[in-house]
């Protein structure tokens, strides 16, 4: 046998080949081929369950070890590094379990893997365990903490909730993105940011705790082009990289590619597209005025057709496909758009076109009818005028709710379930009666977060995939003004759309931007 050889090839006792510890080994793992003790076989049957670990008593007598049932817990192992904390998260880069303080350092930028995410069979890890501690953090829904100028007292980063995910508490500070997180954050959207523990915080005192602030995150000018319109409305760019866009002030849809400063026009059709949309097969749904019947445009041939989505007796206005090819529509009922009379709703349809989500109306829990003021606000409407729509991998849905004819609106974000998990409304600090928040275009990008172009205040709002506010970023300075549409390129950068400043000729055009972001 391999174990009774080794035995023999050595005089000294053996202690434990997975921790390298002294502790008396006790179990064998026939595939790896070690010998380890009686804390490293819980860990390890738990992250190997289909490797055969047997008693050492019992070596040559077939006796199948006991599988564990429950998950494997990341903090059940202590960090090597930092001896204090608890390991959360899994380096799949060095292939080892690591704290929210690696993070910071040494695996900024690897790929790092939740706790989560191993349990569900998405991947598998091999890590050192040294002993279990728990982790005391204390979690507080706090909101607006900073720390004085001046104060000596120590601001505890574990007194902040964290906004995306509601269940931790936050420990690390994204100098990037201005914002408190928590080691979940880490693992995904603010992976390889620069990122300040609370010691260094509190020690340095080099940031304010205020996500209100303009961040760091910087935007180039790759490209600047003139288009052939005077509004760019709409723009979805297709796989070869040319791309449709629209201006509703002439009722124009224009098939573009970009060439030198200028969109080329390759084919244009006199239509007003309120919304647009690409399939996963490269053609073009749009909702038209006065149409109840979404279109599909075969980008090939040009031509025309009815699709398979209808939102009769509603008319669709925005649109937007899902990764897992899901359409999304705001609709309304005909009549005029403000005041607000009749339906206004967000439709989720499957790939045939059948209705799987309505999402119409607030969700009022029927405890009681003690009053009739409670009865008559159960159906109060979610939206004004559900104008631009779009989604993130985990399912929550945006709007942007145009509320009255000043273009003023609010973005609000939905669970899969209709839910309503937050308004964003704009910031105090740049949007105000005088600026009101005025959304028009909005993006997904890549990381799940969510860009919104305030059109009248040149700006652009970066949200989490939950809606919380990351920061802001002025246009202006770039000598970018008015922006609208919003669309992602297919060598990830962004497209612009703007509309011409107010009080140009009748002959000025609009400008379409390319811009060059950082990983956010």
Not at 8 to 19: H, M, R, Y
Not at 128 to 141: E, P
Not at 317 to 336: E, L
Not at 410 to 419: H, K, N
């Amino acid at each position: 046998m391999a174990f009774a050889t080794s035995i023999q090839k050595s005089q000294i006792p053996i202690g434990c080949q997975l921790c390298e510890s002294e502790k008396m080994i006790k179990w064998k793992c026939l595939q790896c081929d070690l010998l380890i003790c009686d804390q490293c076989k819980m860990v390890h049957s738990r992250i190997t369950c289909d490797h055969r670990i047997l008693d050492i008593k019992n070596i040559g007598k077939n006796e199948e070890p006991k599988e564990p049932n429950e998950p494997f817990t990341f903090s059940d192992v202590q960090c090597e590094i930092h001896l204090g904390q608890a390991c959360c998260l899994f380096c799949k880069s060095c292939n080892t379990l690591i704290c929210f303080k690696c993070s910071t350092k040494v695996h900024s930028g690897h790929e790092l893997i939740e706790e989560e995410d191993l349990n569900k069979g998405k991947d598998k890890c091999k890590a050192t365990v040294n002993s279990r501690i728990t982790n005391d953090h204390k979690i507080l829904d706090i909101t607006g903490i900073e720390k004085q100028e001046g104060s000596n007292e120590t601001f505890r980063f574990s007194d902040v909730q964290c906004e995306a995910h509601l269940d931790q508490a936050c420990c690390l500070y994204c100098t990037t993105c201005n914002t408190l997180i928590c080691f979940k954050c880490c693992a995904k959207v603010h992976n390889g940011h620069e990122l300040q523990e609370e010691a260094d915080y509190n020690n340095k005192g080099k940031v304010e705790i205020t996500p209100k602030q303009q961040s760091k995150i910087v935007f180039k000018i790759s490209e600047e082009f003139t288009s052939d319109t005077t509004y760019l409305t709409n723009i979805v760019v297709l796989s070869n990289g040319s791309m449709w866009i629209g201006d509703n002030s002439e009722f124009k849809l224009q098939h573009v590619t970009l060439r030198g400063n200028n969109t080329e026009v390759i084919k244009s059709l006199n239509i007003k597209a309120d919304g647009m949309a690409k399939t996963h097969s490269n053609n073009i749904l749009v909702t038209m005025y006065n149409e109840t019947n979404i279109k599909l445009i075969n980008t090939i041939t040009g031509q025309i057709t009815d699709s398979v989505y209808d939102v009769k007796p509603l008319y669709p206005i925005s649109i937007h496909v899902t990764s897992d090819r899901r359409v999304i529509i705001g609709a309304k009922s005909s009549g005029k758009l403000f005041p607000a009379i009749g339906r206004r709703a967000v439709i989720v349809l499957d790939q045939e076109g059948k209705q799987l989500e309505k999402y119409e109306h607030e969700k009022q829990y029927k405890r009681s009818f003690e009053s009739l003021r409670r009865f008559l606000t159960i159906n109060k409407n979610i939206f004004t005028y559900p104008r631009r729509v779009t989604s993130t991998s985990n399912g929550n849905v945006f709007v942007v709710d145009r509320l009255n004819d000043d273009y003023r609106g609010r973005v609000v974000v939905l669970s899969q379930g209709g839910d309503i998990l937050g308004i964003y409304n704009g910031l105090p600090e740049v949007n105000t009666d005088k600026d009101p928040f005025t959304p028009h275009g909005i993006l997904t990008l890549p990381s799940d977060n969510i860009i919104v172009t305030d059109m009248d205040n040149h700006l652009l709002h970066i949200l989490t995939d939950h809606g919380q506010i990351i920061t802001y970023y002025t246009l202006l300075d770039m000598g970018i003004i008015y922006p609208y549409s919003i669309a992602l390129s297919t060598t990830r950068t962004i497209y612009i759309g703007c509309v011409s400043e107010k009080g140009s000729p009748d002959n000025a055009k609009a400008k379409l931007y390319e811009l060059e972001y950082p990983g956010i």
